[in-house]
């Protein structure tokens, strides 16, 4: 919950999360609800105000009547909404001159002050992402790594209300080729953060048409609580559905609470990479041959699907024959990849591409946030932290699979292998 901006990173932030950056939440007091007021549109280019409001009445119709909450106690929560010009500009897509950038994304978030915050959060947390491994499987260096990225344990968790985002994006998206699902998307996350608030302020669903004990006011601070600029909320970037639906209550408070429980985020993250699949003791990628990067280039097409066997790669010359062995830290020759393809501009402007075979980790990761830019530098960040990627599976023994590699008393500190320079 993870977020210069493009199709690449808004998607990347959608993705649990996704892909970066709420501060925390302030206890609320139940008290009066004000007479209403109109709705403030402050984007003149965008809806205009009669038509927002009326799209607004609908979607707050839509869901009371399909829950059965009270329509008053949802109009309540969005007395004060409007739209946010600025919010709309973060979302456009790049100049047709911009180019990605693998090396300068990288550096940016696998830098010295994320991995020594990195390292703290995981002496403050170290005991219970040990726990947390052994329950999911996933690795703690994993954990630490996405937190770090998203927000740098919570120093970054965005300035803007999240139902003034959805609102805007859901009913004043910019005119841009993918307006149309791109506005369906956001009006989905409004009515699951409408169904999230409603839980949070002590409702049921359905509600049958009450709200005995529902706290008005904590619903009304739950929606408007701050998130990045495409709505993701807290230390792991969690988006409304992905909180309704992969977040635990870690600490065992009885709330979810992403922006100030370290370790509702801890096992919110771990059950996310769990349920999409994450295959403990496994690794993440594997570096290509040097002389291979024609044959990687040709099989890069940029799709997020396991298409080749390690075998077939083997074949190719992309993978050693290690790499396709269980007892070498590979994986089984049976095992799908993808080739990722991570480009940048060389010191004279030429394109470049750095090629990395993803496995099935990869592409869990990217499910987190969708972005191979993304995958890497998690991949990456976990290395630093002492992340062995590489099989922990023993197969002397099928039965028994060997502790997994990030089980340990502190993180690492391993070096980064340098890259060579792609033609």
Request: net charge positive.
């Amino acid at each position: 919950m993870k977020l210069c901006i493009s199709y690449l990173l808004l998607a990347l932030l959608l993705g649990a999360c996704s892909n970066a950056p709420v501060q925390p939440n302030n206890q609320v007091n139940n008290q009066s609800i004000q007479v209403q007021q109109p709705i403030v549109n402050q984007a003149d280019e965008a809806v205009p105000e009669a038509r927002f409001s009326q799209n607004l009445n609908e979607l707050m119709a839509q869901v009371s009547q399909t829950h059965q909450i009270p329509l008053s106690s949802i109009e309540a929560g969005f007395l004060d909404a409007k739209t946010i010009s600025s919010i709309r500009k973060l979302v456009l897509p790049p100049s047709a001159t911009f180019k990605k950038n693998w090396l300068v994304y990288r550096q940016r978030f696998i830098e010295p002050v994320r991995l020594k915050a990195g390292r703290a959060f995981w002496e403050q947390n170290q005991a219970f992402l040990s726990q947390t491994e052994q329950l999911t499987g996933v690795p703690a260096e994993l954990i630490v790594a996405i937190i770090g990225i998203e927000t740098i344990y919570g120093r970054q968790t965005g300035t803007f209300r999240v139902k003034d985002v959805l609102l805007t994006l859901a009913f004043s998206y910019p005119d841009t080729p993918n307006k149309p699902t791109r506005e369906q998307l956001f009006k989905d996350q409004l009515k699951e953060l409408m169904l999230m608030c409603w839980n949070e302020a002590g409702g049921k669903l359905p509600s049958n048409n009450s709200s005995p004990g529902v706290n008005q006011a904590r619903f009304n601070a739950c929606l408007n609580q701050n998130s990045s600029y495409a709505g993701a909320i807290g230390l792991p970037q969690f988006m409304p559905g992905s909180i309704r639906n992969f977040a635990v209550d870690g600490d065992g408070d009885g709330r979810i609470d992403l922006r100030q429980s370290s370790k509702d985020a801890i096992a919110s993250v771990a059950n996310f990479m769990k349920m999409h699949g994450w295959q403990t003791g496994m690794p993440i990628y594997f570096p290509i041959q040097d002389q291979a990067i024609t044959a990687a280039r040709a099989l890069a097409d940029g799709e997020p699907q396991l298409k080749y066997s390690i075998q077939e790669l083997i074949e190719k010359g992309i993978l050693t024959p290690r790499q396709g062995d269980l007892q070498t830290g590979g994986v089984a020759p049976q095992s799908r990849a993808l080739i990722v393809d991570l480009p940048y501009p060389d010191k004279d402007g030429s394109d470049q591409v750095y090629y990395v075979v993803g496995l099935n980790n990869f592409l869990t990761i990217v499910q987190y946030n969708r972005s191979y830019f993304y995958a890497q530098s998690v991949a990456e960040f976990a290395q630093e932290l002492g992340y062995k990627n590489q099989s922990a599976v023993s197969i002397t023994n099928p039965a028994k699979t060997s502790e997994p590699s990030s089980a340990k008393s502190k993180p690492k500190k391993t070096k980064v292998v340098k890259k060579t320079k792609q033609n």
